[in-house]
Nanobody, 125 residues
Framework: QVQLVESGGDSVQSGGSLRLSCVVS????????MGWFRQAPGKEREGVAT???????NYADSMEGRFTISRDNAKNTLYLNMNSLKPEDTAMYYC???????????????????WGQGTQVTVSS
């Protein structure tokens, strides 16, 4: 069984920064694609960013330039550095893995086998 545990969510002011982490455990392949997603109240879950095992990244248009996804395969950990946060970034953030190839051209929500429980990010104006 594969488990993903997110952490690092917090309440911050507009313009602030946060770093989210996602630790993966269990029987999974660190060659798989990994990704971050988010869901705001009353909205559908949307893709934030994905990263291949080799470090190739892909971002949703509204996050590119402000968010940076990275991974440490030796630590089985996925990261999301978020800068210049805006109130519209307020959401529950989820990590996912369990697909061999990252979706293109944008980080799609469908097709992931394993999801974490989420960590809450709240940005106030």
């Amino acid at each position: 069984q594969v488990q993903l545990v997110e952490s690092g969510g917090d309440s911050v002011q507009s313009g602030g920064s946060l770093r989210l982490s996602c630790v993966v455990s269990g029987y999974y392949s660190n060659r798989d694609c990994m990704g971050w997603f988010r869901q705001a109240p009353g909205k559908e879950r949307e893709g934030v960013a994905t990263i291949t095992s080799g470090g190739y990244t892909n971002y949703a248009d509204s996050m590119e330039g402000r968010f940076t996804i990275s991974r440490d395969n030796a630590k089985n950990t996925l990261y999301l550095n978020m800068n210049s946060l805006k109130p519209e970034d307020t959401a529950m953030y989820y990590c996912a893995t369990g697909r061999r190839f990252c979706p293109t051209p944008r980080p799609l929500v469908s097709g992931w086998n394993y999801w974490g429980q989420g960590t809450q990010v709240t940005v106030s104006s």
